[in-house]
């Protein structure tokens, strides 16, 4: 069967040698020549995103990262300890300065 070429299979073909040849773009000219407000930054996004397509990329598809582990909290913390008590917070230490020994203000000092 022919190949039946339209503006879908005209478009496929410019992914496919964006993703298969690689080409250096020049994306001012490609801006200039575009015209009207088309930038280079535009182009540039533009391409990215069928370069994306051409590679089986879903649009607005994210990257695997790798997710936040959530914190596993016990029983006690939960309210549900078996022997019915509530937890006490235990209050945090108070960092304290030390205290520097002065000989000139001593008070016990006799004259």
């Known amino acids: 069967m022919p190949m ?3 503006a879908e299979a005209d478009a496929r073909l410019l992914i496919a040698i964006i993703a298969v040849g690689n080409p250096k773009m020049d994306y001012d000219k490609l801006s200039d020549y575009m015209g009207g407000d088309c930038t280079a930054y535009a182009i540039q996004h533009r391409i990215r995103k069928l370069k994306d397509k051409a590679n089986g990329k879903a649009p607005g598809s994210t990257p695997n990262t790798p997710s936040k582990r959530k914190k596993r909290s016990d029983a006690k913390s939960n309210g549900h300890a078996d ?3 509530i937890d006490q917070v235990t209050p945090k230490k ?5 205290v520097e020994d002065d000989d000139d203000n001593d008070i016990n000092e006799t004259v």
């Open 4 to 6: 039946t070429w339209n």
């Open 83 to 85: 022997d019915g008590a």
């Open 94 to 98: 108070v960092k304290t300065e030390p």
